[in-house]
């Protein structure tokens, strides 16, 4: 069973510092995605990542938020400088050829002290 | 936007059948899916139904899609303790690129 792997599970972090979530998708998925989920709501998409470069973004997904991909492998969001209201659990998806599976991580909780 | 709803709480006893129910609003989606969330864990595919479908079934689960009315159903036959979870319903469309619209989950409590 294939499957999308996030590091680090939990990370604590202080406001304004910044934070690098992880995520290894499923190698031969082309797209790639970041959702989160504030404890008790519905998850909500960020960004959508395809051909090295952002093909969608929501309007949450701010200044402060950037992903990339390094290394051809590791898919990333970084978060510039932490807001209290970044405490979330944050979901990297990922969807192969075929467009019909997608497919979720583990999830970072993000707490921001 | 698009609006995804479901309802917040359904309880069952053990062996009897779930349903849970979807609505959404919107008319191009093309496939519609079922995740399940377990406590502290991610988001784990279940099932998902191509909109030219109007009935699926894998095993316990049977999702049932009228997509005049818009509506989604996923059925677990024979519930068990072990399907207590949160269960989401998404919908994707092609006009989206893959972006998922999710409901606010309906928590499943099933009674031994």
């Known amino acids: 069973e294939p499957e999308v792997t996030q590091t680090p599970s939990h990370q604590v972090t202080q406001m304004g510092q910044e934070v690098i979530l992880r995520c290894v998708p499923i190698?031969?998925?082309?797209?790639f995605y970041w959702y989160r989920q504030i404890l008790g709501q519905k998850v909500e998409f960020l960004v959508s990542f395809y051909n090295n470069e952002i093909s969608e973004k929501s309007e949450i997904f701010d200044d402060q938020f950037s992903v990339e991909r390094p290394d051809g492998s590791n898919f990333t969001l970084k978060i510039r400088s932490t807001k209290l209201e970044d405490s979330a659990m944050y979901f990297c998806?990922?969807?192969?050829?075929?467009?019909?599976?997608?497919?979720f991580g583990q999830g970072t909780r993000l707490t921001v002290v | 936007g698009e609006d995804v709803e479901q309802s917040l709480f359904l309880s069952v006893r053990e062996g009897d059948s779930s349903v849970i129910n979807c609505t959404y609003t919107d008319s191009s989606s093309t496939y519609l899916y079922w995740y399940k969330q377990e406590p502290g864990a991610g988001l784990q595919l279940l099932t998902y139904?191509?909109?030219?479908?109007d009935m699926k079934q894998d095993q316990r689960l049977t999702v049932l899609l009228n997509k005049k009315d818009k509506h989604l159903s996923l059925r677990i036959a024979d519930t068990q303790t072990g399907d207590s979870a949160i269960y989401f319903c998404a919908e994707k469309s092609d006009s989206t690129l893959g972006r998922l619209y999710f409901g606010r989950g309906t928590q499943l409590t099933v009674w031994p």
């Open positions: 998806a990922t969807l192969g050829v075929e467009n019909t599976e997608a497919f």
């Open positions: 190698s031969n998925h082309l797209y």
């Open positions: 139904i191509f909109s030219n479908m």
